[in-house]
């Protein structure tokens, strides 16, 4: 334990002195009550970068330099420092981990911790929760998924939950931990109302579409949950803009696949084939002409695919297109293929 | 018919305190009382959601008492259908009706046609598959991809995949009858290149059938509405996957119309499911 000032001094705290300081005991209790003299039935807020124990109703900070909760503040990424100034190391994840409080010996740093043939003296350094590896793998594994395709971090804190749900459950506990947090990834984006399709979560996966699908089916089954369906304008912002399409192509394609999808052209065909025509249609109308082919590749969808939806959206070109759009090309010279 | 007047109150092992997301006994397990929305009902549109609440009630609140409207008599109404000895023999005068004259629960007038039929027999002896693939005619054995001999014949159009235990698998059949017949020519087989062949626990595995309703679905509100039963994933596949629970029958339902009923063991079931849900298909006919 190093030197230097405690975090907190047992003089500041107010409810350890009983003279005349801002918070009273109302009772004669084992546990002195902080409370805001004013409002006396205010929940206090605590501030916990400047811990303070703040009422919430007039704003008086009763409690000064409480105990701060929050990861170590000297904690630098600093290379340079051989000694890691961290009294209390890495922050908790007691939500998601066992929550327990184990402590382990860390490698020695002076050389009397090695013996004559330099192996370090004392070597246990195994399993610090064997139950639990196998989820902070997970864990991993999921957060470098989610670099892959820049997921913000509320997806990932989803996906985690659902993976500790799911494992929890231990219902699919034959299942590849990967495959079950490629599903989990898949259900949170769906569950954040961001879809992304089974192929995008495929090219940051080694696990294959088919398995996916099958533990995502299991998973909805095994934690009783189910989603929304997906709709085509839930990947209109994202295939647009890998491609370059400016807003106004974006709004067209967007406009022509929802009338599409109520005009019932397209029955049967998945979403997203029918936004990857629809996409089509509209850069082709437009100054921005994208092939199939490139449409194909960011969608994940076959160019024929393409071709099929388009031939069925082709014949009601006109009523498809927003009404105040600009038409580059005009709709009778549309491609037809 | 004591199944619509009160609920009996249940064990209280299946009340999950939480609803939703706890695991244990889903909420549509076999030893829920008749009638609690396990056989699925005609939706009548503003009632859809308090019946799915009531189911999810059903977790918390041991037997509410409340007998939900929806479940107006849909006793299977038994048209004599083909296989199917009727279960009513008419009474006095052939004039009096016999079955009750539901005019909201018609029969739909369609019969899900079978189309493949699975089943097991066992033969009852060791077999040597060498001499089999050898000598049989229309045999094919490759032991390194599969251990079984798969032969076939012409006349009921079948396959059978015969293993070395003696047990036989026969598919491919269009009705009961020429499943048993097609199994029994598999083991006259068997018999003729010299093993002492039996017929023994003949049994049908699965019946498949498929239908037509002949209007398009709309598959999107079918989701919303039996969330808990359907499974519709255009991404993986372009059908409706519905796991009716009554008779545990899947059905596969198809934009088009068109219905896959699989998972019977008897040829009632596939009916029974059909009957079941055709209203409901009925309910989600695509307008245009």
Same mark, same amino acid.
């Given at each position: 334990?190093?030197?230097?000032?405690?975090?907190?001094?047992?003089?500041?705290?107010?409810?350890?002195?009983?003279?005349?300081?801002?918070?009273?005991?109302?009772?004669?209790?084992?546990?002195?009550?902080?409370?805001?003299?004013?409002?006396?039935?205010?929940?206090?807020?605590?501030?916990?970068?400047?811990?303070?124990?703040?009422?919430?109703?007039?704003?008086?900070?009763?409690?000064?330099?409480?105990?701060?909760?929050?990861?170590?503040?000297?904690?630098?990424?600093?290379?340079?420092?051989?000694?890691?100034?961290?009294?209390?190391?890495?922050?908790?994840?007691?939500?998601?981990?066992?929550?327990?409080?184990?402590?382990?010996?860390?490698?020695?740093?002076?050389?009397?911790?090695?013996?004559?043939?330099?192996?370090?003296?004392?070597?246990?350094?195994?399993?610090?929760?064997?139950?639990?590896?196998?989820?902070?793998?997970?864990?991993?594994?999921?957060?470098?998924?989610?670099?892959?395709?820049?997921? +913000?971090?509320?997806?990932?804190?989803?996906?985690?939950?659902?993976?500790?749900?799911?494992?929890?459950?231990?219902?699919?506990?034959?299942?590849?931990? #990967?495959?079950?947090?490629?599903?989990?990834?898949?259900?949170?984006?769906?569950?954040?109302?961001? +879809?992304?399709?089974?192929?995008?979560?495929?090219?940051?996966?080694?696990?294959?579409?088919?398995?996916?699908?099958?533990?995502?089916?299991?998973?909805?089954?095994? &934690?009783?949950?189910?989603?929304?369906?997906?709709?085509?304008?839930?990947?209109?912002?994202?295939?647009?803009?890998? &491609?370059?399409?400016?807003?106004?192509?974006?709004?067209?394609?967007?406009?022509?696949?929802?009338?599409?999808?109520?005009?019932?052209?397209?029955?049967?065909?998945?979403?997203?084939?029918?936004?990857?025509?629809?996409?089509?249609?509209?850069?082709?109308?437009?100054?921005?002409?994208?092939?199939?082919?490139?449409?194909? #590749?960011?969608?994940?969808?076959?160019?024929?695919?393409?071709?099929?939806?388009?031939?069925?959206?082709?014949?009601?070109?006109?009523?498809?297109?927003?009404?105040?759009?600009?038409?580059?090309?005009?709709?009778?010279? &549309? +491609?037809? &293929? | 018919?004591?199944?619509?007047?009160?609920?009996?109150?249940? =064990?209280?092992?299946?009340?999950?305190?939480?609803?939703?997301?706890?695991?244990?006994?889903?909420?549509?397990?076999?030893?829920?009382?008749?009638?609690?929305?396990?056989?699925?009902?005609?939706?009548?549109?503003?009632?859809?959601?308090?019946?799915?609440?009531?189911?999810?009630?059903?977790?918390?609140?041991?037997?509410?008492?409340?007998?939900?409207?929806?479940?107006?008599?849909? *006793?299977?109404?038994?048209?004599?259908?083909?296989?199917?000895?009727?279960?009513?023999?008419?009474?006095? /005068?052939?004039?009096?009706? %016999?079955?009750?004259?539901?005019?909201?629960?018609?029969?739909?007038?369609?019969?899900?046609?079978?189309?493949? %039929?699975?089943?097991?027999?066992?033969?009852?002896?060791?077999?040597?598959?060498?001499? %089999?693939?050898?000598?049989?005619?229309?045999?094919?054995?490759?032991?390194?991809?599969?251990?079984?001999?798969?032969?076939?014949?012409? !006349?009921?159009?079948? /396959?059978?995949?015969?293993?070395?235990?003696?047990?036989? *698998?026969? /598919?491919?059949?269009?009705?009961?009858?020429?499943?048993?017949?097609?199994?029994?020519?598999?083991?006259? *087989?068997?018999?003729?290149?010299?093993?002492?062949?039996?017929?023994?626990?003949?049994?049908?595995?699965?019946?498949?059938?498929?239908?037509?309703?002949?209007? =398009?679905?709309?598959? !999107?509100?079918?989701?919303?509405?039996?969330?808990?039963?359907?499974?519709?994933?255009? !991404?993986?596949?372009?059908?409706?996957?519905?796991?009716?629970?009554? =008779?545990? %029958?899947?059905?596969?339902?198809?934009?088009?119309?068109? *219905?896959?009923?699989?998972?019977?063991?008897?040829?009632?079931?596939?009916? !029974?499911?059909?009957?079941?849900?055709?209203?409901?298909?009925?309910?989600?006919?695509?307008?245009?």
């Amino acid at each position: 334990m190093g030197s230097g000032r405690p975090l907190c001094s047992p003089e500041s705290l107010p409810w350890t002195t009983d003279s005349n300081s801002m918070a009273s005991t109302s009772r004669g209790d084992s546990l002195p009550k902080v409370q805001c003299p004013n409002h006396p039935d205010a929940i206090l807020v605590e501030d916990y970068r400047a811990g303070d124990m703040i009422c919430p109703e007039c704003g008086l900070v009763v409690g000064d330099r409480v105990i701060d909760v929050g990861s170590e503040w000297r904690t630098f990424t600093n290379e340079k420092a051989t000694k890691d100034p961290s009294r209390v190391g890495d922050t908790q994840n007691p939500l998601l981990n066992g929550g327990d409080l184990t402590t382990m010996i860390s490698k020695g740093t002076g050389a009397a911790s090695f013996d004559e043939f330099g192996n370090s003296k004392y070597q246990n350094r195994r399993t610090m929760s064997s139950s639990d590896r196998a989820m902070l793998n997970a864990f991993k594994e999921i957060t470098t998924m989610a670099d892959r395709i820049n997921l +913000p971090r509320n997806i990932i804190d989803r996906t985690n939950n659902l993976f500790k749900q799911v494992y929890e459950q231990k219902s699919l506990k034959g299942r590849s931990n #990967d495959a079950i947090a490629s599903a989990c990834l898949y259900i949170a984006c769906r569950q954040e109302g961001v +879809p992304r399709t089974f192929k995008e979560i495929c090219a940051v996966s080694r696990i294959s579409k088919k398995e996916i699908g099958r533990c995502f089916k299991l998973i909805l089954k095994a &934690l009783e949950t189910s989603v929304d369906l997906i709709t085509t304008g839930d990947f209109m912002s994202r295939f647009c803009s890998n &491609l370059g399409l400016p807003k106004q192509v974006q709004m067209a394609a967007t406009y022509i696949a929802r009338k599409a999808v109520e005009l019932d052209l397209v029955p049967g065909r998945s979403p997203i084939s029918v936004a990857a025509a629809a996409i089509y249609m509209a850069s082709q109308a437009s100054a921005e002409k994208k092939t199939q082919k490139e449409i194909g #590749d960011i969608a994940g969808v076959a160019d024929v695919t393409i071709r099929q939806s388009y031939r069925l959206i082709y014949p009601r070109a006109a009523d498809l297109f927003p009404p105040d759009f600009k038409f580059d090309t005009p709709v009778d010279k &549309l +491609p037809q &293929l | 018919m004591e199944q619509n007047n009160s609920l009996p109150p249940f =064990p209280q092992g299946l009340a999950s305190p939480q609803g939703a997301m706890t695991p244990g006994l889903p909420i549509f397990s076999p030893m829920m009382p008749y009638g609690t929305g396990l056989t699925p009902q005609p939706v009548q549109n503003t009632n859809s959601l308090s019946l799915l609440e009531e189911q999810q009630r059903h977790g918390m609140v041991g037997g509410s008492g409340q007998t939900p409207q929806l479940y107006h008599s849909q *006793v299977s109404t038994t048209t004599a259908l083909p296989g199917n000895t009727p279960l009513y023999t008419t009474p006095l /005068t052939p004039m009096t009706p %016999i079955t009750p004259a539901t005019p909201a629960s018609e029969s739909s007038g369609i019969v899900p046609q079978l189309q493949n %039929i699975v089943s097991t027999v066992n033969l009852g002896c060791k077999l040597d598959l060498k001499t %089999i693939a050898l000598r049989a005619r229309n045999a094919e054995y490759n032991p390194k991809r599969f251990a079984a001999v798969i032969m076939r014949i012409r !006349e009921p159009r079948t /396959t059978a995949l015969i293993f070395s235990s003696g047990k036989m *698998v026969c /598919t491919g059949a269009k009705s009961e009858e020429q499943s048993r017949l097609a199994a029994r020519k598999y083991a006259r *087989v068997v018999q003729k290149l010299g093993f002492p062949a039996k017929f023994l626990d003949f049994k049908i595995q699965n019946m498949v059938g498929s239908c037509d309703v002949k209007f =398009p679905i709309r598959l !999107e509100g079918l989701v919303l509405t039996h969330q808990q039963f359907s499974s519709y994933e255009p !991404e993986l596949f372009p059908g409706l996957i519905y796991r009716m629970i009554k =008779p545990r %029958i899947v059905l596969l339902i198809f934009v088009s119309g068109k *219905v896959v009923l699989t998972g019977a063991k008897v040829r009632g079931e596939i009916y !029974e499911a059909f009957e079941n849900i055709y209203p409901i298909l009925k309910g989600f006919r695509k307008t245009t």
